[in-house]
């Protein structure tokens, strides 16, 4: 069982169903410790005055922000503070819009509810149920560790999980974009591209998705850790096209001559 | 936002990238990586083609999110920026050079493998100048949850047909492309989604990093009570809108420590002047106030229709050509879930000094930075 992270009240309306709050995504990644050569003993960090040298001790480390080039405005707990949302537990979903109302650059972070007791599956997996795979999600706002956060809210299979949202100022939206135009594009050209991209159609399987790097840098600790001289295992080619492609593309480029032809 | 990227993947120890004894010290030292993920917006990433089959579609890469307010700094008692140094704990009395420091993985308790730049060179994933799509699929089969980062792919000027014929298609037929390339030195799974005559990328988590409702071991569902999902039903749809109004998505965090830090500033109360802190992100380098934004958007239009755009400026000044890296963006993000009880555990274990007075954020910086 996973340690949840953070309780709350998610609150929709009058409904409100106590929840917490787990991570989804989990770190998979190699983690090195630096190391002094000469006798192999972890490194230790510490911070410095530039100007002299000198160590810093932790208690005098004050906090601040560089306003503008080269000119600091430390800030003081109090200062701090009165930037900081108030706080609450509370996730507040505010809205229930289309699933393509929220452009995709604006997802950042997958989380999971989980009900907050026995009391609270009733009402969780009956929300759950509710929301479904249904064309809406629900858009939830709520303060946790003194940050703003939003999130789209989601149901999977019988269990709801939190996405959050990047802040709109943070996020480059495509609906700014312009239409493009240009010269134009061909029925036959048309055709053409979409026989290719069917010729390439699969379903989304994750499993696919495997980090190689990090295998074969497992592998290499792997092997040194058992004395053996690593082998570096050499990168995969990159994937080949199918046959079926090939033959599509044949196809494709014959269409394309005769085509040119007719022009 | 993810900082430090670089730092958080296994490539990365001192060498240079790394804010080694020596680069720390120096006044002059390259802003970290942490800029490329806070790049502004309207400088290419990457530039190369998207292939699929033996058509190429030569694009730029372009981060469709920009950085926003000012990063906290740690600062000495007179309000200068400090510097990180290494030490050995067994000899204090000096910083460590980088040749002084080597990368290790701890295989048991004290036990370590060392990893040297070369071995972990000769296994990185091939360069490659290629987006090459391997599958197209429903696009609605993709959940948002594997998305890491979203970028523009914007096309070239002369070019821009083959990308409208792409856009075009994959948008009519509801797919998205799954690709693979790498960018400075690093492999990246993505998706890359057709909006409005627009391609998009978005980079993906691997497939092992989501955990299933299993894996978090939440509970199975009771008999789901129809009376109770007909209340919830309506308290849906007591909600429901149409749109998403984005106004009300804004964090209004940053924009008041801003606020607070320019009183300060405006009654010269607390303001300190002294070199730029070089060791954080360079600050005001890449805010964005929207000017680049509008610019970046204007780059599309140009190029979607045709037009000889000037070529935006690449990366100058940046000493890596091929532009970001945010490969540790995972891994700085799986620390963002953590309590600050463990991470004040991970700190520890890092003996990191100064550890039981950071905040939540300083302490994953700091933890970043010391594995």
Redesign the interface.
């Known amino acids: 069982m996973a340690r949840a992270m953070w309780k709350a009240q998610l609150a929709l309306g009058d409904v409100e169903i106590p929840v917490k709050l787990y991570a989804a995504v989990q770190d998979r990644d190699v983690h090195f410790r630096l190391l002094h050569a000469k006798d192999r003993v972890p490194v230790k960090q510490r911070m410095v005055d530039p100007r002299s040298g000198e160590e810093v001790a932790p208690e005098a480390v004050r906090r601040g922000v560089e306003i503008d080039s080269g000119l600091f405005v430390v800030l003081g707990d109090d200062d701090l503070a009165a930037a900081e949302p108030e706080a609450s537990r509370t996730i507040e979903v505010r809205r229930f819009v289309p699933r393509a109302a929220i452009d995709l650059s604006f997802y950042a972070r997958p989380y999971f509810l989980g009900p907050d007791g026995a009391q609270a599956c009733a009402d969780y997996f009956a929300l759950a149920a509710a929301i479904g795979d249904g064309e809406r999600v629900g858009v939830a706002h709520w303060v946790m560790r003194k940050k703003r956060s939003f999130g789209a809210l989601v149901a999977r299979g019988p269990h709801l999980a939190l996405v959050t949202l990047r802040s709109a100022d943070e996020v480059v939206a495509a609906g700014q974009l312009p239409q493009p135009g240009g010269s134009e594009i061909r029925a036959a050209e048309r055709a053409l591209a979409e026989q290719l991209v069917a010729a390439l159609d699969a379903p989304f399987d994750p499993a696919q998705l495997r980090d190689e790097y990090r295998e074969r840098v497992e592998a290499l600790i792997e092997a040194k850790a058992a004395g053996r001289k690593p082998k570096l295992p050499k990168e995969a080619a990159p994937p080949k096209p199918s046959g079926d492609l090939a033959a599509v593309l044949k196809r494709s480029l014959a269409a394309a001559k005769e085509s040119r032809r007719a022009a | ?1 993810p900082r430090s990227a670089k730092r ?3 490539k990365s ?2 060498r240079k990238a ?1 804010p080694s004894p020596k680069d ?2 120096a ?1 002059d030292a390259k802003p970290s990586d942490a800029a490329a993920a806070d790049a502004p ?1 309207a400088r290419a990433v990457w530039s190369g083609s998207i292939t ?4 190429t579609v030569p694009v730029e890469l372009y ?6 307010g ?8 007179e ?12 000899e ?1 009395d000096r ?2 050079e980088g ?9 048991r308790d004290g036990e ?4 040297s730049d070369e ?2 060179e ?5 360069r ?1 100048r290629d987006i ?7 696009r609605a ?2 959940d ?4 890491v980062r ?1 970028y ?1 792919l914007v096309p070239d000027a002369d070019q ?2 083959a990308y ?7 948008e ?2 509801g ?1 998205a492309a ?1 690709a ?1 390339f790498v960018m400075r030195g ?2 990246y ?1 993505v998706a890359i ?1 057709a ?4 391609l ?1 990328a ?1 980079t ?8 299933s ?1 299993e ?8 008999d ?2 129809a009376k ?6 309506r ?20 924009r ?7 009183r ?2 405006a009654r010269g109360e ?8 070089e060791e954080e992100a360079p ?3 890449g805010d964005s106030e929207g000017g680049e ?1 509008v610019d ?2 204007a780059l ?2 140009q190029r ?3 037009g000889a755009a000037p070529r935006p400026k690449r990366a100058a000044g940046r000493k890596r050509g091929e532009g970001e890296d945010e490969r540790g963006a ?2 700085g ?8 009880q463990a991470l004040l555990e991970r700190a520890k274990q ?8 950071m ?2 954020d ?1 302490l994953i910086a ?1 933890i970043r ?3």
């Open positions: 936002m958080g993947r296994a120890k001192p790394e720390a010290k006044k917006v699929f089959g033996l058509v981060s469709a999110t920009r950085r926003r000012l990063p906290l700094r740690m600062l000495g008692p309000g200068v920026p400090l510097s990180r140094e290494y030490v050995c704990p067994e204090e910083p460590l040749d002084e420091i080597e990368r290790g993985y701890e295989v370590f493998v060392l990893v071995e972990l000769a296994i990185s994933p091939r490659s090459e799509l391997v599958r197209f699929v429903d089969a993709i948002p949850s594997w998305f979203p523009f821009s047909k409208r014929l792409l856009a075009e298609t994959m009519r037929t797919r799954l693979h690093k492999g799974p989604f909006d409005r005559g627009v998009r978005e993906l988590r691997y497939g092992d990093e989501l955990r409702a894996d978090v071991g939440l509970p199975a569902p009771d789901v009570d109770r999902v007909a209340r919830m039903r308290a849906i749809d007591a909600l429901a809108a149409d749109a998403l109004d984005e106004s009300e998505l804004v964090d209004e965090g940053a008041r420590l801003r606020d607070v830090a320019e300060k500033r607390d303001v300190v002047e002294a070199p730029a802190a600050a005001a380098a934004v970046l958007l599309i239009r979607l229709q045709g995972t891994r993000a799986a620390l963002q879930d953590e309590t600050k890092l003996d990191i000094p100064g550890r039981s007075r905040t939540r300083e700091s930075r010391a594995s």
